[in-house]
């Protein structure tokens, strides 16, 4: 065969998928299913559509010209088909037919078929056939003796009548709409349109259906098909290799708990039989006491009685003192003996059936994909967004799957924490590279994002976000001061608007309220856990509040909420997760902390635990750090008067910055806002500076309010934007 010929492998059944029998009016849909027209009438009613109905075979939503289901095409092709079959399968049948031409009620049964009129004639009207000039050349098929399959006859095709227009034949083919139509439709219809003899248009139309079919066969044959069936055919052997293994592993891990239950079970007996018996013993040594008792008792009595009725004095004399002292010990024994048993019946269990019933029942899991290969890579370091913004986070996701499909499990969710469920325009975007979450904010106020894979939320989610206003850095009023009353170098803020500053001198973190009153103390002066000797920077994550100590060499952390102490890491030194003098500290979001190790030159990360992650290298003392929406990572310079800033994985420097405007000399402190805006802490000229920096590391604003025989060092933001930073010498924390 030709690569250019269409190979048709099975023949297009003539039966309707609907009725099971031989098509009648048979319509075509969109879809190129096709169905009589009394069967997608039915369908139609049943489906309860007014404009449209749904494909019996694919689903396809099919639209109705006027809502009519006679308004469909007519599959012409397969109505002649099915006309060639029947009567096909009545010339060959044993059974006689019935004059197709008769008007009387003759009973004689067809001798002929004309395969021009498509009509079974009798004896009488065959000879009339033939005298008739207008069918005297048409071709009759004699049907005496004919067996089946002996006759396979080409019927002519019959004139077709309108669907709109019952009297009119369809004769006309319109080359603007292509469809056929009748005269009438062109009047009514088509009066505008370019019509042609649809017999004429005929050649054509083969003519691009074998350019299409061989098209379509060629991309058949390049193997696109071939690959995309073989892939699909393999997906389905895999499936069923791993639901083979997973029934495996369930049916292993379950033999291995029953095996488990079944030696708890042999346990609880044999503890049960241990507990039961060791009270058996104390009861039955009890007993034995009492009958002892009982048995001198009655012993005693009996001879006593017995030797009192003997009339020889001698005889009395000689036992009586034993029978009188074994007597008065019984007497004794039982006035000091307990009179109830010094043991109880009661063996008590615990099987709390009902928890490990719900422990089983949560037990497990099976997954078409893992939650966890899914977690959000960047746009968490900065729990901020600005109302009537986008706010971005790009997604990691770890899956043999392709973007899309991996994306098509994902649902997400943006609502107010306070139960108002405003929407928040949750958007997944898809570049065939990453995916992208974008959310926006509605209002002021605390939102939640989740993130979720069939209901399991991915790492990460769901992910707490404070919606603030959008402010104009190029106006930042002093909003007024904490007076810390001590030297400060940190600052923290939590969620809740406590504002934590470190007292370096007294070895203590101060607490402050909303309304700027102190509130408590948290440490005292020392080296023990717990103790500071110079708290130096304050960084709150979550709950908890984290404490450099820049004598010390260590971190420490506590509740943020009861200033319980809870744990610390460090020690001095240039090792893996020792320290030199550590200064600012930033989260990224992600279950790590960043650490400015100052002396060291370097940043080190860990868990939030104090688990060593990794070391960043820098160009000079560090001495702040902030991670930025993408993930990258700001850390400034002391000595070299920039900003060096790391990609997310801390490897090689992406670049370095400063103030353009040239007031960047001895950057300290360090914040990012979810815009990318950029607060500095600088001294320059013995004049210590606040630099507002654009996203573009443009100069929006300077302030200069601090005292300037101190450096500065803390900064940290709060959840509704507002910037604070410790003026050392003035003892307070600024609020702009």
């Not at 219809?189 to 691009?208: F, M, P, Q, V």
């Not at 002892?292 to 009725?309: D, F, H």
């Amino acid at each position: 065969m030709a690569n250019n010929e269409v190979e048709i492998q099975e023949p297009i059944p003539l039966v309707c998928g609907l009725c099971s029998e031989y098509y009648t009016d048979p319509l075509i849909l969109p879809c190129l299913h096709s169905f009589c027209m009394k069967c997608l009438v039915k369908i139609k009613e049943e489906q309860g559509r007014e404009e449209s109905l749904k494909c019996p075979t694919c689903d396809a939503n099919v639209p109705l010209p006027s809502g009519k289901v006679k308004g469909l095409t007519q599959n012409l092709w397969l109505a002649h088909k099915v006309l060639e079959a029947t009567v096909r399968e009545k010339i060959s049948s044993k059974d006689s037919i019935p004059c197709d031409q008769c008007t009387s009620s003759s009973d004689d049964a067809s001798v002929a078929f004309c395969c021009s009129c498509c009509l079974f004639l009798c004896d009488f009207c065959k000879k009339g056939h033939k005298r008739m000039k207008k069918t005297v050349h048409h071709e009759l098929i004699e049907l005496g003796g004919k067996k089946i399959g002996d006759v396979s006859p080409v019927v002519s095709r019959q004139p077709t009548y309108c669907a709109v227009h019952d009297d009119e034949k369809i004769k006309f083919f319109c080359q603007d709409c292509e469809m056929l139509v009748c005269r009438d439709c062109f009047i009514v219809t088509h009066k505008d349109h370019n019509r042609i003899e649809y017999t004429e248009e005929g050649d054509a139309a083969r003519e691009a259906l074998k350019e299409s079919a061989a098209k379509c066969h060629e991309a058949k044959v390049s193997g696109t098909f071939f690959e995309s069936i073989a892939n699909g055919e393999e997906m389905l052997r895999q499936i069923d290799t791993r639901k083979e293994e997973i029934e495996k592993e369930i049916e292993e891990t379950f033999t291995k708990l029953k095996t488990i239950l079944e030696e708890r079970r042999r346990y609880l007996l044999a503890e049960t039989e241990e507990i039961a018996s060791a009270k058996k013993e104390s009861v039955k040594k009890q007993l034995n006491e009492f009958q002892r008792l009982e048995n001198g008792v009655l012993l005693g009595c009996q001879l006593a009685q017995s030797v009192s009725e003997c009339v020889d004095s001698g005889e009395v004399l000689s036992i009586k003192k034993l029978i009188t002292d074994q007597l008065e010990r019984c007497l004794k024994a039982s006035k000091e003996h307990p009179r109830e048993i010094q043991e109880d019946g009661v063996i008590l269990t615990k099987l709390e059936a009902v928890g490990i019933s719900n422990e089983i029942n949560g037990f497990g899991g099976v997954f078409e994909v893992d939650p966890d290969r899914y977690s959000i890579e960047s746009g968490l370091a900065i729990p901020l967004a600005t109302v009537g913004k986008q706010r971005k986070f790009k997604l990691a996701i770890d899956t043999p799957l392709s973007l899309d499909k991996a994306t098509a499990h994902l649902k997400t969710s943006f609502v107010k924490c306070d139960g108002t469920k405003e929407e928040g325009k949750v958007v997944i975007a898809n570049d065939n590279k990453a995916a992208t979450i974008s959310c926006t904010p509605q209002s002021i106020g605390q939102y939640l994002l989740s993130v979720t894979v069939r209901g399991h939320h991915i790492k990460s989610s769901p992910y707490g976000l404070s919606a603030k206003a959008s402010k104009n850095y190029a106006s930042l009023p002093n909003l007024g001061s904490y007076n810390v009353g001590n030297y400060t170098y940190g600052v923290a803020v939590h969620t809740n608007g406590d504002v934590f500053a470190s007292d370096s001198s007294n070895g203590f973190v101060q607490v402050f309220s909303q309304d700027r009153n102190k509130t408590r103390t948290i440490g005292t002066k020392g080296n023990g856990d717990g103790q500071f000797q110079s708290p130096f920077g304050l960084l709150v994550v979550g709950d908890k509040l984290y404490v450099s100590d820049n004598s010390l060499h260590r971190l420490q952390y506590f509740s943020a909420i009861t200033g319980k102490y809870i744990g610390q890491f460090g020690t001095n030194g240039n090792g893996k997760g020792q320290f030199s003098n550590p200064y600012g500290m930033a989260s990224d979001g992600k279950g790590k902390i960043l650490v400015a190790d100052y002396s060291n030159s370097r940043v080190q990360v860990f868990e939030e635990d104090g688990t060593f992650v990794q070391v960043i290298q820098c160009n000079g003392t560090p001495a702040g750090v902030a991670v930025d929406n993408d993930g990258n990572i700001h850390v400034t310079i002391y000595n070299q008067h920039y900003v060096q800033v790391f990609p997310p994985e801390g490897t090689n420097q992406l670049y370095t910055y400063n103030n353009p405007n040239g007031y960047l000399n001895y950057p300290t402190g360090i914040a990012i806002d979810d815009e990318g805006y950029i607060f500095i802490l600088s001294r320059y000229s013995s004049t210590n500076y606040l630099n507002v920096l654009s996203p573009q590391r443009t100069q929006v604003n300077l302030i200069s309010q601090f005292h300037n025989s101190s450096t500065c060092y803390g900064m940290a933001l709060d959840k509704d934007g507002h910037i604070y930073v410790p003026d050392y010498y003035n003892r307070r924390i600024m609020k702009y």
